[in-house]
């Protein structure tokens, strides 16, 4: 793919002023939530806080994992009982008006990156916030994206607060729209010799209970999300997303065990129970930070994580129309296809939104081939394909969501804003389970062919 960097905004107004040194301070409460500045300022070329090399940490970590001495990390119980639920109209502060909009005009569109948080510098999550905000020019409003969901590791080393505004709320300030996230391991992870509770600056800013300024967007007015925890059914018209909270290990995801319990599992019982009495007809995504599949990347496959939730689908009979994550700083995407009835379900790794992509193979071995088969079916096994991948460049998700279908395009940061094919995309019919075509909307062009043609 061309290496091409998109223009920088232009701006005469005054960058907002500094943000505090730590995530000490005192929440700002506000009438209701708030999203992208008043007026675009340039991108930054370097960080406001100073960050330091994580390198000796690291050194420490990587002798208590040799040890066996790091184990998954408890976290607080959500708000809302065994299924934590939040609805994009409450995201929106109650405007019922524009969720009114979005189902006359038959189609959601939303956003999703993981690993955007970047230690080295602003420029890399510049490029793909840049040609997200461009998405927001659509000459057709229903085109236009609603919110943004991150996958994880949104803030590094260890989510430490101070960082806060580097890697979240300066790189999103031009981002029209409300920002979600689930949390990854570097959200959660504490470092060594740090007296700091686990996911305490993701709680704060990504899981407030009310509309609030945190002392970590400094001069900026985005408003901290009030996500009911770190586990929760996120419901908008066409689409229901069940996120779920991967914990803080390098590898593999956990969200079961003796040490953080089994909420997760109660959660996504009750959830998929409840798509099964409603009948729910929209699409069902699965969204966490660790990937239950990767191909060449230095991360492994998360079996036992993908065996719980594969044993609840079967319980209940519901199975999601995808899954997202992130977690390996690249992109990929696989198709399951399940054995017996065949439905197939796209597992998508999209963790270049911003923190160092890595190549799939390494030491002089050739790149992999794609499409091929990564586990075949046999004795009752899925098979798994690897469909395509990007580990050259940045990028970001577009999900757009009918009442019939659910189309994923992948954007590489690369093609710059003003390129709007994706390079890679799949969909998939809610009904029928299965990879089809995709039915294009009108957007004008048939009508102005014919005024062209009646000339």
């Not at 506000?30 to 090399?53: I, L, N, W």
């Not at 079967?314 to 199975?319: A, C, D, Q, R, S």
């Not at 389970?433 to 009646?454: C, M, T, W, Y």
């Amino acid at each position: 793919m061309p290496s091409r960097k998109p223009k920088r905004k232009q701006s005469g107004s005054k960058p907002p002023s500094p943000p505090p040194s730590s995530g000490s301070g005192i929440l700002r409460p506000v009438a209701g939530p708030a999203f992208a500045q008043p007026e675009p300022t340039p991108d930054p070329t370097r960080f406001k806080v100073k960050h330091p090399s994580d390198g000796p940490a690291y050194k420490e970590i990587d002798e208590l994992n040799r040890e066996h001495k790091i184990q998954p990390l408890p976290f607080p119980p959500p708000r809302g009982g065994v299924e934590p639920r939040l609805t994009l109209g409450q995201v929106f502060g109650g405007k019922t008006a524009a969720i009114d909009k979005i189902t006359s005009a038959g189609q959601i569109v939303f956003h999703a990156t993981g690993d955007c948080g970047s230690t080295r510098g602003p420029q890399t999550q510049s490029l793909v916030t840049d040609k997200m905000v461009s998405d927001f020019q659509e000459t057709d409003t229903k085109e236009i994206p609603q919110f943004n969901l991150l996958l994880g590791d949104v803030v590094y080393s260890f989510g430490e607060a101070q960082y806060y505004y580097d890697q979240f709320y300066e790189p999103y300030r031009d981002y029209p729209a409300p920002i979600l996230a689930v949390a990854g391991n570097h959200d959660g992870m504490v470092a060594p010799d740090i007296h700091a509770a686990s996911l305490a600056a993701f709680l704060r800013n990504f899981c407030s209970d009310t509309f609030a300024v945190t002392p970590e967007a400094g001069g900026l007015s985005r408003t901290a999300q009030i996500q009911p925890g770190v586990f929760f059914t996120f419901e908008a018209p066409f689409v229901r997303i069940l996120a779920v909270y991967s914990n803080t290990l390098e590898d593999p995801g956990v969200i079961s065990n003796p040490t953080i319990g089994h909420s997760q599992l109660d959660y996504l019982k009750a959830a998929l129970n409840r798509v099964k009495s409603e009948k729910y007809m929209g699409a069902l995504i699965m969204a966490d930070h660790h990937p239950p599949y990767t191909a060449g990347s230095i991360h492994g496959w998360s079996t036992e994580m993908l065996g719980q939730i594969d044993a609840i689908c079967n319980e209940v009979g519901v199975w999601p129309h995808a899954f997202l994550s992130g977690h390996a700083h690249n992109y990929q995407r696989f198709t399951r296809t399940r054995a017996g009835g065949g439905t197939q379900i796209p597992y998508l790794v999209c963790g270049n939104g911003g923190h160092n992509v890595v190549p799939l193979t390494k030491g002089g071995n050739p790149p992999l081939r794609a499409p091929q088969i990564i586990q075949t079916a046999k004795g009752g096994t899925d098979q798994l394909v690897l469909e395509n991948y990007d580990d050259k460049n940045y990028g970001y998700l577009r999900i757009v969501v009918t009442s019939g279908q659910l189309r994923i395009e992948y954007h590489p940061a690369s093609d710059g804003p003003a390129t709007k094919t994706p390079d890679d995309f799949v969909t998939v019919d809610l009904k029928g389970r299965k990879l089809v075509h995709f039915n294009a909307s009108d957007l004008g062009r048939p009508e102005a062919a014919r005024q062209i043609a009646a000339q």
